[in-house]
């Protein structure tokens, strides 16, 4: 999709959610130089300053070993769930939660449709497939953004899909089987982590956010994030931006050593980086991912010689032995 249809569907989505910002606008989409589209500054932009907040498009429970019970609406864990007295087959906290249109309006009356077969109870599996079924639910022009990102076929997992199939009775139709796969790729690919905190409890969540997906990786952003009570979120300037700048953020922990960082980038994001901290076997100097020389009497630092190579060996920086990778790999 070209830079200015992608502006056009995201402004939909900024005016639809009362996000719609006062002109000049601090940011554009255009081509860009890291990958396809990306986000670039109008205008120059001080440290600190807010550039945007962005809801989600879909936000919803991961699917994900370490499963959490929580009420399908609100997402508490901490505290007694009951099965939906509608027939759904989706945890509820509250009859509040039960009665609201982004539940019965969505996902409940869906499944209802198709007729769980968890009977009296909730389930898990349907818990955890609830993303995608919400998907279902968002209107044409949403659907139009939806398509927009970026969504590799090739390493669609389809797992949500599978545990859906296997708790219905009705099988839902070709044309929402589609969607739904189209949905789990897009968020394979895009989707942020969200964690709702409530005192000491907290709950895992992932949402697709439009704007921030139209953001490129740097393992150097200029730009930090964060989300707030609501869900929402929020982009500042991690420093001064200049205009015409890239905008971009980190996808990974940016205290993870660059072979950490390239893997998860690697398995989750589906691309090798090989930005300037990456290139840098020093980390511009950090010592991350560095050990300790083996001798007895060096008290050097062991670098990959080429940080972007999984085979490349490793030099100590003071008394230049040189370490196999299966060496290194025997000491971590």
């Given at each position: 999709?070209?830079?200015?249809?992608?502006?056009?569907?995201?402004?939909?989505?900024?005016?639809?959610?009362?996000?719609?910002?006062?002109?000049?606008?601090?940011?554009?989409?255009?081509?860009s130089p890291l990958e396809g589209r990306?986000?670039?500054?109008?205008?120059?932009?001080?440290?600190?300053?807010?550039?945007?907040?962005?809801?989600?498009?879909?936000?919803?429970?991961?699917?994900?070993?370490?499963?959490?019970?929580?009420?399908?609406?609100?997402?508490?864990?901490?505290?007694?769930?009951?099965?939906?007295?509608?027939?759904?087959?989706?945890?509820?906290?509250?009859?509040?939660?039960?009665?609201?249109?982004?539940?019965?309006?969505?996902?409940?009356?869906?499944?209802?449709?198709?007729?769980?077969?968890?009977?009296?109870?909730?389930?898990?599996?349907?818990?955890?497939?609830?993303?995608?079924?919400?998907?279902?639910?968002?209107?044409?022009?949403?659907?139009?953004?939806?398509?927009?990102?970026?969504?590799?076929?090739?390493?669609?997992?389809?797992?949500?899909?599978?545990?859906?199939?296997?708790?219905?009775?009705?099988?839902?139709?070709?044309?929402?089987?589609?969607?739904?796969?189209?949905?789990?790729?897009?968020?394979?690919?895009?989707?942020?982590?969200?964690?709702?905190?409530?005192?000491?409890?907290?709950?895992?969540?992932?949402?697709?956010?439009?704007?921030?997906?139209?953001?490129?990786?740097?393992?150097?952003?200029?730009?930090?994030?964060?989300?707030?009570?609501?869900?929402?979120?929020?982009?500042?300037?991690?420093?001064?931006?200049?205009?015409?700048?890239?905008?971009?953020?980190?996808?990974?922990?940016?205290?993870?050593?660059?072979?950490?960082?390239?893997?998860?980038l690697r398995a989750t994001k589906h691309?090798?980086?090989?930005?300037?901290?990456?290139?840098?076997?020093?980390?511009?100097?950090?010592?991350?991912?560095?050990?300790?020389?083996?001798?007895?009497?060096?008290?050097?630092?062991?670098?990959?010689?080429?940080?972007?190579?999984?085979?490349?060996?490793?030099?100590?920086?003071?008394?230049?032995?040189?370490?196999?990778?299966?060496?290194?790999?025997?000491?971590?």
């Amino acid at each position: 999709m070209e830079p200015r249809e992608t502006m056009e569907l995201l402004e939909s989505h900024l005016r639809e959610n009362n996000l719609a910002q006062d002109e000049p606008r601090s940011w554009t989409i255009e081509r860009s130089p890291l990958e396809g589209r990306g986000m670039f500054a109008t205008r120059d932009i001080r440290a600190g300053e807010l550039i945007f907040t962005d809801v989600p498009l879909l936000i919803g429970p991961r699917c994900y070993s370490k499963y959490l019970p929580m009420c399908v609406v609100c997402y508490k864990n901490n505290c007694p769930l009951f099965p939906c007295d509608h027939g759904c087959g989706l945890p509820i906290c509250s009859t509040e939660c039960e009665n609201s249109t982004s539940h019965s309006q969505t996902e409940c009356r869906l499944l209802r449709e198709w007729m769980p077969t968890c009977g009296s109870t909730w389930s898990k599996d349907l818990l955890l497939a609830v993303v995608p079924i919400r998907g279902l639910t968002l209107s044409k022009e949403q659907r139009k953004l939806l398509y927009a990102f970026e969504c590799h076929s090739n390493l669609t997992r389809n797992h949500e899909i599978d545990l859906l199939k296997r708790n219905v009775n009705n099988l839902p139709s070709e044309e929402q089987m589609k969607l739904m796969r189209r949905i789990c790729g897009v968020f394979n690919t895009n989707s942020f982590e969200v964690v709702v905190a409530r005192n000491e409890d907290s709950t895992s969540l992932r949402g697709l956010y439009p704007m921030g997906s139209l953001q490129n990786h740097c393992c150097v952003p200029n730009t930090k994030h964060h989300f707030d009570d609501q869900q929402r979120l929020q982009v500042s300037a991690a420093l001064p931006i200049t205009a015409g700048e890239e905008l971009t953020m980190s996808y990974t922990d940016l205290l993870w050593d660059t072979s950490s960082r390239r893997q998860f980038l690697r398995a989750t994001k589906h691309f090798s980086c090989e930005c300037s901290r990456c290139s840098d076997p020093s980390e511009f100097g950090s010592q991350l991912g560095a050990l300790l020389c083996a001798k007895d009497d060096c008290s050097g630092h062991l670098l990959p010689r080429n940080p972007l190579s999984l085979e490349s060996p490793w030099i100590c920086d003071r008394c230049q032995i040189s370490v196999n990778r299966r060496q290194v790999i025997s000491r971590n």
